[in-house]
């Protein structure tokens, strides 16, 4: 069937599901234009590194995100299952419980609902300021009394105020996360955070402060002398060997990480769920896509000139003609 | 009455028994733990965690799966979604029939049980909140934490996993001091590196790509060259688990299972190569289970041709190790993510290189795509490829990698960790939902090691 020349191109309406978000357009967002390039504009000379194929059409690119999308999902066809009614269900519910348990938000509205907010936390930080959704992926500076069995040494005594007032700052500028570095590199960060978030670009995650430095002194001196975090090895080292003194032989042991690198690390807040997606990053793929022949599944070595289809061979090439006729038409 | 009308229901005494649940996407891993180490269970009891609806109409909830027959043209529908628990109307009756009804299996009164949850790492708040609002508001359970999954399996003998030679009197660490844990599940997979039992969190990396998604492709792949099976996923899943393995050498295997150019007659195409099998389908007459045989030349010509065919036969070719091969190379279906090894790459890049040696020595594989044969030998050779020549890589996995996490959360139930960082009813009550949600994110910190 000839679809009169028009090209159905990739659209960003996906689902229709009950409830709704506001969901600001801030670059490429992950979900939906991850595959797509944003410029189409001469293809053929800047070709996006690691998009060995240039030959990705509109209609190829829309293909390849619906197979993406069919891919994810439970069931072929769209079903919908209702819970067996059982002995329980009548019983009462508090209005919360109630409210989740009628919910039928699916996991895509929950993360359309989480990015609008950070969004909106980045271009209007007083309306989000007491929202408790923001900053679950925040460290806590103080926690409001100490819970756990063993003492926490330093952080509870003195942490209270300038907690808080730092919670505060952090939360007026709606930064998500990192690990606390070191003092003065974060004020400055947090300075060019500020500026980037008053230009509306993205904003680096940072830190509110993990303590002041007076603080740190203290802390660093609750561990025990010799009590890295990573304890040395201290059993005998194995028996000498007669080429240990080999100049060839030796070789480069890393310098080990400092007790403060691994405490900032152990102690960094969760990413979120975006950002823990692993992508490639700027430079893109290392190695070209391997494409294979569609019908079975040999290396794609020869093209159907109709609709860019690979395939492996004549006998294969046959096979997708018929499919291709009926859908392209001659 | 709704439980979680009670006040005070809990005393200062911790519980002396836990439920220790990993709620996973396909299957909850779930038992309890006791003070005393016998009357706990030795093993979690696998429950799929779905409401399923066969050809008939007949819906079976949770456990009641085991008593489906027949599984053609079988629907779920999955309370969880990209391994976070998202519908709760579902996941509560599941739940309810597994620990809480009458006629419950395993059924333990909230009021004096620990919940220990196992969740996949970089959850949304939101939903963490719905889970733990659900948890005091509906059940009422007395103390309660919620891990990431991961950084359980910590708390096993991992050295044992790697059969480390030591002498009988070495202190086995728990949790280990340093290990790479690979978590490929239904939804995604995740790599978490994890210094004594805590999560290095901005390292913690994730690729889409799943057993659901590596079963749909299967259904795709056999639609195109063989039969219409797009609405037989539990039966393709079976396929799956039975035939498939990871390829060692991808290139020499798609040679081999080529049928050549046209009128060729390639030698390896007709005997099989080793490598193709024969699967022969359920008939949900006598037989509900596939069975995987050696590839028969003209065995499934000859079926068709006969008028009583008794069996359907299916030959695998390529199809068995080109499904697994999207967890090391996803740009394959135009998925535009790194694979596995390079995943594992771009966790540790954000690491100093201090650590490197550490993790790489120490990879541990659970989750039920480590099930795959080779698996863990082809992510050794690719690691091999990618780091320095000094450092050691050894990779793992434990002898049922389904359960891993669950007997990890396990042994941190009967750890003190456990007692630090559960939040009683008590507690929730008086500080709120967004007060727990931060301990939990808080974690152990470092201040107190061990």
């Known amino acids: ?225 010799d009590g890295t975090i990573l304890p040395a090895y201290r059993k005998r080292p194995p028996a000498a060997h007669p080429g240990d003194d080999d100049p060839l032989l030796v070789s480069v042991v890393p310098s080990f990480p400092t007790d403060e690198e691994l405490r900032s690390l152990m102690t960094a807040p969760p990413l979120s769920y975006m950002d823990s997606r692993a992508s490639f990053g700027e430079e893109g793929e290392r190695y070209p896509i391997r494409v294979f022949c569609e019908m079975c599944g040999y290396w794609g070595r020869v093209k159907c000139m109709k609709c860019g289809v690979r395939v492996c061979g004549l006998d294969c090439l046959e096979g997708h003609k018929e499919e291709c006729v009926t859908r392209y038409g001659l | 009455m709704a439980p979680g009308r009670k006040l005070k229901s809990a005393g200062p005494a911790p519980p002396s028994s836990t439920l220790v649940l990993d709620n996973g996407a396909d299957t909850i891993k779930a038992g309890f733990v006791t003070v005393d180490d016998d009357t706990s269970d030795k093993a979690p009891r696998v429950i799929p965690n779905c409401i399923a609806r066969d050809r008939h109409n ?74 733990d609002q659900i948890v005091f508001e509906e059940y009422g359970f007395s103390s309660y934490y919620r891990g990431i999954g991961p950084s359980f399996n910590a708390y096993q003998d991992i050295q044992a996993i790697f059969h480390t030679p030591r002498t009988p009197d070495t202190i086995i660490d728990v949790p280990a001091e340093v290990i790479l844990l690979i978590d490929s599940g239904y939804s995604h997979t995740t790599v978490t590196p994890i210094l004594q039992g805590r999560p290095l969190h901005t390292a913690i990396r994730r690729l889409d790509v799943g057993g659901k998604l590596l079963t749909n492709h299967l259904t795709r792949l056999l639609s195109v060259r063989h039969f219409d099976m797009r609405n037989e996923t539990y039966i393709v899943n079976e396929m799956k688990e039975a035939a498939c393995y990871v390829s060692l050498d991808f290139k020499g295997d798609l040679d081999k299972t080529w049928k050549g150019t046209r009128g060729e007659r390639r030698k390896d195409y007709a005997t099989g190569g080793g490598i193709a099998k024969d699967y022969v389908l359920p008939d949900s007459h006598t037989r509900f289970h596939g069975i995987v045989r050696d590839h028969e030349p003209g065995a499934a010509a000859r079926a068709r041709k006969s008028a009583v065919s008794t069996e359907d036969i299916l030959t695998l070719r390529n199809e068995r190790f080109s499904v697994p091969e999207l967890l090391f190379n996803p740009t394959d279906i135009g998925l535009r993510q790194p694979g596995l090894a390079d995943l594992v790459m771009q966790s540790l890049w954000v690491l100093p290189v201090g650590l490197w040696p550490g993790l790489l020595a120490n990879i541990v594989v659970v989750g039920g795509n480590a099930k795959f044969v080779n698996f863990i030998q082809r992510l050794q050779v690719e690691l091999l490829e990618r780091v320095p020549d000094e450092c050691v890589v050894r990779v793992a996995r434990p002898e049922d990698p389904i359960v891993s996490t669950w007997l990890g959360a396990a042994n941190f139930a009967r750890h003190e960790h456990a007692d630090r960082l559960a939040v009683t009813k008590q507690e929730y009550e008086e500080h709120g939902a967004a007060w727990v949600a931060r301990k939990f994110a808080l974690g152990l910190g470092v201040d107190t090691l061990r």
């Open chain 1, 1 to 225: 069937m000839n679809n009169f020349g028009v090209i159905e191109v990739a659209s960003t309406a996906t689902k229709t599901t009950p409830g709704w978000a506001y969901v600001p357009d801030t670059g490429p967002s992950l979900s939906a234009t991850a595959l797509q390039p944003k410029n189409r504009k001469r293809a053929a000379r800047n070709t996006q590194p690691g998009l060995s194929l240039s030959d990705l059409t509109a209609r190829q690119e829309n293909k390849l995100r619906k197979d993406l999308e069919a891919l994810n999902r439970d069931n072929q066809r769209d079903v919908s299952i209702p819970v067996p009614s059982s002995s329980r269900s009548s019983q009462k519910h508090t209005p919360t419980v109630r409210k989740i348990l009628q919910s039928q938000k699916t996991f895509a509205n929950h993360l359309d609902d989480y990015q609008a907010l950070l969004a909106l936390a980045e271009s209007n930080p007083a309306a989000v300021v007491n929202n408790p959704l923001l900053f679950l992926n925040k460290p806590v500076v103080a926690t409001p009394q100490a819970k756990s069995a063993s003492p926490a040494p330093v952080r509870e005594k003195g942490g209270s105020k300038r907690g808080q007032a730092a919670a505060k700052r952090a939360a007026v500028k709606a930064a998500a996360a990192a690990a606390a570095e070191e003092e003065e590199e974060e004020e400055e960060e947090r300075k060019r955070a500020r500026q980037l978030a008053a230009e509306g670009e993205d904003v680096e995650m940072i830190d509110s402060p993990a303590a002041p430095p007076d603080e740190v002194e203290k802390l660093v001196e609750t561990y025990p002398a």
């Open chain 2, 58 to 131: 007949k819906t079976y909830v949770g456990a009641e799966l085991e008593k489906c027959k027949d599984f053609g043209e079988i629907t779920f529908r999955r309370p969880v979604e990209k391994g976070f628990i998202v519908n709760w109307e579902a996941q509560k009756e599941i739940w309810d029939r597994a620990f809480f009804d009458d006629k419950a299996p395993q059924r333990c009164d909230p009021s004096t049980t620990r919940l220990v949850l196992a969740e996949q790492p970089n959850s949304l708040p939101a939903l963490q909140t719905h889970c």
